[in-house]
């Protein structure tokens, strides 16, 4: 096997060139699973810093995941394992990091005892940006809308509820389907 050297442009050879440009820098896969969001954002803003090329980003991110990740991934394709999003996704689906979750964890979040008021409201704020983005809420508008479909929803008789969360499936629906 031929080691990659300064103007190797194969695969290898970037891989090895960002790898080593961001050994110290890149974090290490945190063992609490409610941290991957903050951790794949991390990654996300080094390799932008850093202008990591697409191809390589992937092949980066398996090299700081624990073991218990990498095992895991083994049952990708390595088609999707060559793409950064697709590993990402397929590991926040894995440790059960969905849209309810992020919510759940937004809804019964409470202070550590070692944890400061302001470093409390920032983990607060994380875990509701986590679950607006996986509910795709990028304006006023939606965001008034989910948070009435959830409230709605909370109301609903439970063989309801659990109807209305069958259906919606990955995805969520506005208030006024809900109440239909």
């Not at 699973?33 to 980066?60: G, M, N, S």
């Not at 849209?99 to 019964?108: G, I, L, N, Q, W």
Request: overall charge neutral; charged content about 25%; glycine content about 4%.
């Amino acid at each position: 096997m031929a080691v990659a050297g300064p103007g190797d442009n194969s695969p290898t050879g970037r891989t090895k060139k960002f790898g080593d440009a961001l050994r110290h820098v890149l974090p290490h896969m945190p063992s609490e699973h409610a941290e991957l969001p903050q951790f794949f954002d991390t990654v996300e803003k080094l390799f932008t810093i850093y202008q990591v090329p697409a191809d390589v980003r992937a092949k980066l991110l398996i090299l700081i995941l624990s073991s218990h990740a990498k095992t895991i991934i083994g049952r990708i394709t390595s088609n999707d394992l060559m793409t950064y999003d697709k590993v990402k996704q397929f590991l926040l689906t894995e440790f059960r990091l969905t849209p309810k979750e992020y919510k759940v964890r937004f809804d019964t979040a409470s202070k550590n005892v070692n944890e400061t008021y302001v470093l409390f409201a920032s983990r607060l704020g994380n875990l509701l940006s986590y679950y607006l983005r996986s509910r795709n809420v990028e304006d006023l508008d939606t965001l008034c809308e989910l948070l009435v479909s959830d409230e709605l929803k909370s109301c609903l008789p439970p063989g309801t509820m659990n109807y209305v969360l069958s259906i919606e499936g990955d995805d969520w629906f506005y208030s006024s389907k809900v109440a239909g």
